[in-house]
């Protein structure tokens, strides 16, 4: 058999078939953050057509401190001035890459005693860095404590002062 000709054939009836079967319309677009852009992602008309996650709300004791920490030691970027709000409780905006953190001062409902010591084992905060290295070396240096994932993917866990887990996935 000539294979030039069976592999038209083949997509012709193919598309033919294809083309009788009632499909549902749908609209491709792309998530615009490459952290969690997996592909392209399908909505049904008049569906809620999501864009991602905005930020996360972290809840610590002191903004002060907190900001110290987390641009010092994983060196995010305080925005607060670029989100001006009418908050009644203090809090900071923080940037790292296209993913954003609420630090909020308030009081935590939660007991940090008798958390599990791996942060996946608990509530956290993921978030996609492209190198894995740098953030090692960061908390290696400052001497905070980290555990690997333990599913087999590059990522580590760490917690903040107030005890919060942190995930770091390398994309």
Not at 37 to 51: D, H, L, Q, T
Not at 140 to 162: H, V, W, Y
Request: with cysteine.
């Amino acid at each position: 058999k000539d294979m030039r000709v069976a592999v038209p054939l083949s997509a012709a009836l193919f598309a033919t078939a294809a083309a009788l079967v009632p499909r549902p319309v749908l609209r491709v677009s792309r998530v615009p953050s490459r952290a969690l852009s997996v592909g392209p992602r399908f909505s049904a008309p008049g569906a809620v057509e999501y864009g991602g996650i905005n930020h996360v709300g972290v809840l610590i004791q002191d903004v002060e401190s907190s900001v110290a920490w987390y641009t010092s030691v994983l060196g995010f970027l305080d925005e607060s001035h670029l989100r001006p709000t009418k908050l009644p409780y203090p809090g900071a905006f923080l940037r790292a890459g296209d993913q954003q953190i609420h630090l909020m001062q308030l009081p935590n409902p939660d007991p940090i005693d008798g958390r599990p010591e791996h942060g996946g084992r608990d509530r956290h905060v993921a978030l996609s860095v492209v190198d894995l290295d740098p953030l090692i070396s960061r908390l290696n240096d400052q001497e905070i404590p980290f555990t690997m994932s333990k599913s087999g993917r590059r990522a580590l866990f760490c917690r903040d002062p107030d005890g919060n887990a942190m995930e770091f996935m390398e994309v």
